[in-house]
């Protein structure tokens, strides 16, 4: 990357507290979250269940910063609008997921939203390589999705510098975010990588003071 890029920390609100949704968005985003990361898990993609479009359109009043959401959901095409609707700013879907890529990157953008696509652990980039010039973001996932609190899985790493360089290569401006197990001890590793955009669920959350998590990570990715 020849400039130092712009680094944005997005908490996952996975690992939040949902009897208080709405204090819990807020209190992250007072404590510095350049966004807040939204996963729709559907028990059928994803072994996990969680929420949707009414959430999203719950939580929009209480936050000023972008609504990144993540679909774990098979088929995708459905749901789009829905969130575009409820307020999401970004959506992202796993390429395998969906009947047809283009398509619904169109669509999402056609919403009005950013889109992306999603690259579990064992996908391959492939996917990426008629796309690009519909793509805003790329998440890289360094857990296999379904859950909070997973380990960090250290291939990610390797995929992550991969994309920088096909991002760097195209000319466009495309976010890099990583997310799975990104702690203050790894983040710089994922930034030195490449990745510019962090999701974070139970490194943020599960600690009772979220300001010194997060300026601690803009510590270490101040040192990248
Ligand atoms: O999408 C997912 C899991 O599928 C993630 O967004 C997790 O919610 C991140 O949680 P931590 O690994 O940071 O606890």
């Given at each position: 990357m020849p400039n130092k890029p712009t680094y944005r920390i997005a908490p996952s609100i996975?690992?939040?507290?949902f009897s208080r949704l709405g204090e819990e968005v807020r209190n992250v985003v007072s404590a510095g979250a350049d966004m807040i990361h939204f996963d729709v898990m559907d028990?059928?993609?994803?072994p996990n269940l969680t929420i949707g479009p009414l959430v999203c359109e719950a939580i929009r009043?209480?936050?000023?910063v972008p609504i990144d959401v993540h679909l774990m959901v098979k088929?995708?095409?459905?749901?789009i609008p829905d969130f575009a609707k409820a307020g999401a700013n970004i959506i992202t879907f796993h390429p395998?997921?969906?009947?047809h890529i283009d398509r619904s990157l169109q669509l999402i953008r056609d919403h009005g939203c950013k889109a992306g696509l999603v690259f579990n652990p064992?996908?391959?980039?492939?996917?990426l390589e008629h796309v690009m010039d519909k793509l805003d973001i790329i998440l890289i996932m360094s857990v296999n999705p379904g859950f909070g609190g997973q380990s960090f899985i250290h291939e990610a790493l390797r995929k992550i510098a991969i994309v920088r360089r096909l991002i760097d290569d195209s000319g466009r401006n495309i976010m890099l975010e990583v997310d799975g197990g990104i702690k203050i001890e790894n983040i710089a590793q994922a930034a030195a990588a490449g990745a510019d955009t962090f999701v974070a669920g139970s490194a943020i959350f599960g600690k009772p003071d979220y300001k010194l998590v997060i300026d601690a990570m803009r510590g270490e990715l101040a040192k990248v």
């Open positions: 996975l690992s939040a507290d028990n059928h993609y994803v009043p209480h936050v000023q088929p995708v095409d459905r749901i395998e997921a969906s009947e064992a996908t391959p980039l492939d996917y």
